[in-house]
């Protein structure tokens, strides 16, 4: 199901972030113990927080239904940031991005999985 899911869909275990096409990609990357195994964030392009499920062995993504709008927009902006700043402890022009422009730059950094 990704009613309302805006790509690419970005999962993070910590600083390991992935960029994905679709949710079939994520399904196609990740192995369905995944979810239940592994301390993750995954989020849409507008910040919207997801879900990843198992149902039976597919690994499946799915919108939080706790609200509609991109609550985790911030929390994604951020994350981007220090992805991107590396080892630097600022970079002012990062702080200036908007959370689009962010995710361009970081999806032309790593690239799509699979």
Same mark, same amino acid.
């Given at each position: 199901?990704?009613?309302?899911?805006?790509?690419?869909?970005?999962?993070?275990?910590?600083?390991?972030?992935?960029?994905?096409?679709?949710?079939?990609?994520?399904?196609?990357?990740?192995?369905?113990?995944?979810?239940?195994?592994?301390?993750? *964030?995954?989020? /849409? &392009?507008?910040?919207?927080? $997801?879900? !990843?499920?198992?149902?039976?062995?597919?690994?499946?993504? #799915? =919108?939080?239904?706790?609200?509609?709008?991109?609550?985790?927009?911030?929390?994604?902006?951020?994350?981007?940031?220090?992805?991107?700043?590396?080892? *630097?402890?600022? /970079? &002012?022009?990062?702080?200036? $991005?908007? !959370?689009?422009?962010?995710?361009?730059?970081?999806?032309? #950094? =790593?690239?799509?999985?699979?």
């Amino acid at each position: 199901m990704t009613d309302g899911i805006v790509m690419p869909i970005v999962v993070a275990e910590g600083l390991d972030v992935t960029f994905h096409r679709s949710a079939g990609d994520v399904g196609a990357f990740y192995e369905s113990w995944f979810p239940a195994s592994v301390e993750h *964030r995954a989020f /849409d &392009a507008e910040g919207r927080r $997801l879900e !990843l499920y198992a149902e039976g062995t597919a690994l499946m993504v #799915r =919108a939080r239904d706790a609200a509609p709008g991109p609550e985790g927009a911030a929390e994604l902006a951020q994350l981007l940031r220090e992805l991107l700043r590396g080892r *630097r402890d600022h /970079d &002012a022009m990062l702080d200036e $991005l908007t !959370l689009a422009q962010l995710l361009d730059l970081a999806v032309a #950094r =790593a690239g799509f999985l699979p």
